[in-house]
Nanobody, 114 residues
Framework: VQLQASGGGVVQTGGSLRLSCAAS????????????VHWYRQAPGKERELVAS???????AYEESVRGRFAISRENAKYTVYLQGNSLKPEDTGVYSC?????WGNGTLVTVSS
């Protein structure tokens, strides 16, 4: 039973990346599909912050600095939530991780070079 984040990498300023958060395990997948999922990031030397959330019904919410540039979506048939980041800035650099309920996934590093 786990939550696996992937898709990080190095991208230039203005570029794009799509992160994935996938659930595994029969019972956990059911929990995942009926609960909100959240993406967080932690920049070097800073506190972890909530970036975006999506409800089970697909309603999204965003932190102010990413609104209009990031898009969170979910594909329940694949037990996966995505975070599409566009027009990336150096300040978007950090370790991105996902959470649903009390379960955290691993982190995936996004580095935006200037």
């Amino acid at each position: 039973v786990q939550l696996q984040a992937s898709g990080g990498g190095v991208v230039q300023t203005g570029g794009s990346l799509r992160l994935s958060c996938a659930a595994s395990g029969v019972f956990f997948r059911t929990f995942f599909s009926i609960n909100p999922v959240h993406w967080y990031r932690q920049a070097p030397g800073k506190e972890r912050e909530l970036v975006a959330s999506i409800t089970a019904a697909g309603t999204a919410a965003y932190e102010e600095s990413v609104r209009g540039r990031f898009a969170i979506s979910r594909e329940n048939a694949k037990y996966t939530v995505y975070l599409q980041g566009n027009s990336l800035k150096p300040e978007d650099t950090g370790v991105y991780s996902c959470r649903t309920g009390a379960r955290w996934g691993n982190g995936t590093l996004v580095t935006v070079s200037s």
